[in-house]
């Protein structure tokens, strides 16, 4: 049988000195050249055959095999996926229903800050009003400066209810 | 000798499947693994049951072996599965030593294995069964030296040390054996 895509004499140099190496290349060559005299028998046709035959039965049964396999995994991807989507969206749930309660609480504060707000406004207006009723004068300059001081309370008070 | 790139498109169509790629493999290896098992085994039902498993081995393994790889991967498959058999054959030899104790016939044992065995097959199984696998599998799987060696995990000079020894050796028998010795 031939051999071989290698450089023998190359190999050997590595290891040997062109003496041995050329005597054991000899050995080498003598010793195939035995199995190339006494030639192996070789496999009978019908065994051939029935190995393709396992061949063609085993691939049949691998692919079946193979997309059970592929069946089965995508089945557990859909099924852990589905798992986890619930519960997620289990988890989920309070925490929108904690988001709507802090809002709601949050609304209700607010309402009371304005109802407050709008108190002390209405407040000041008849407090305004009643100053300047009282006013026949008007000469009184403490008067005056309390008129003043209320308006700009009013108007501040304005401001911070606008601003929120 | 096949051509190495034809055999690297082969695998890669059995690799994808394909049936008639695998037929191909199987009538281009068939005779060389048969040869292979053969003289190691000198017996050709052995023989014959150790290269159905191989080729239903590589059938099984083949999405692990790389196309430029090919023939080395198979021929480990092949050291292998011989490997399991000579533990297996040892098993076996063993209880029939027990059985024989036991019955302590007077009788010749019945001969075992192949009655046609030649005469290279014969002297092959005297020497020692890692030599003669290493000349076997140099001969019968056409792999260069430093392939066998990366095959089986050894210097290339051991390899070949080995080789040449065991051919050597092997040479010695046979002239003995013409001799009648």
């Known amino acids: 049988m031939e051999n071989k895509k290698e450089d023998i004499d190359n190999l050997l140099s590595r290891f040997y000195s062109p003496d041995q190496a050329e005597q054991i290349k000899n050995d080498i060559t003598q010793g195939e050249q035995l199995f190339d005299g006494y030639r192996a ?3 009978q046709e019908n065994i051939i055959n029935h190995i393709k035959l396992n061949i063609g039965r085993k691939r049949r049964h691998t692919g079946i095999l193979h997309v059970l396999v592929k069946t089965i995994a995508v089945a ?4 852990v996926a589905s798992y986890l989507l619930m519960e997620n969206t289990a988890t989920q749930k309070p925490a929108v229903n904690n988001v709507q309660n802090s809002y709601r609480a949050a609304l209700a504060r607010t309402d009371n800050s304005i109802t407050a707000l709008e108190k002390e406004a209405q ?3 008849s407090e305004v009003m009643a ?3 009282g006013e026949d004068n008007g000469t009184n300059e403490q008067l005056s ?3 003043g001081n209320v308006e ?9 209810f606008w601003k929120g | 000798m096949n051509d190495p790139q034809k055999v690297i498109e082969i695998v890669s169509l059995a690799r994808s499947g394909s049936e008639k790629a695998f037929s191909e493999l199987v009538d281009i290896y068939a005779s060389r693994l048969f040869g292979y098992f053969y003289r190691l085994t000198g017996n050709r039902d052995d023989s014959n049951e150790l290269l159905s498993e191989l080729f239903l081995k590589m059938v099984e393994k083949i999405g692990s072996c790389r196309p430029e790889t090919f023939e080395p991967w198979l021929f480990r498959i092949a050291s292998n599965l011989f490997t399991d058999y000579l533990r297996s054959k040892k098993r076996r030899e063993k209880m029939l030593s027990r059985i024989e104790e036991q019955v302590q016939s007077e009788t010749e044992p019945p001969p075992r294995g192949d009655l046609m065995t030649d005469k290279l097959t014969r002297q092959i199984q005297r020497l020692e069964p890692e030599t003669a696998e290493i000349i ?3 001969y019968y799987s056409q792999l260069s030296f430093e392939e066998l060696a990366k095959l089986r995990n050894e210097p290339v000079g051991t390899v070949l040390s080995k080789v040449h020894r065991g051919l050597k050796k092997l040479r010695q028998l046979m002239e003995e054996s013409d001799n009648g010795k």
């Open chain 1, 145 to 147: 400066d309390s008129v």
């Open chain 1, 152 to 160: 700009t309370e009013i108007i501040d008070t304005e401001n911070f």
């Open chain 2, 136 to 138: 076997i599998m140099r």
């Open chain 1, 41 to 43: 028998p070789q496999p």
């Open chain 1, 76 to 79: 557990a991807v859909v099924l």
């Open chain 1, 123 to 125: 407040l000041l207006g």
């Open chain 1, 131 to 133: 100053v300047r009723l």
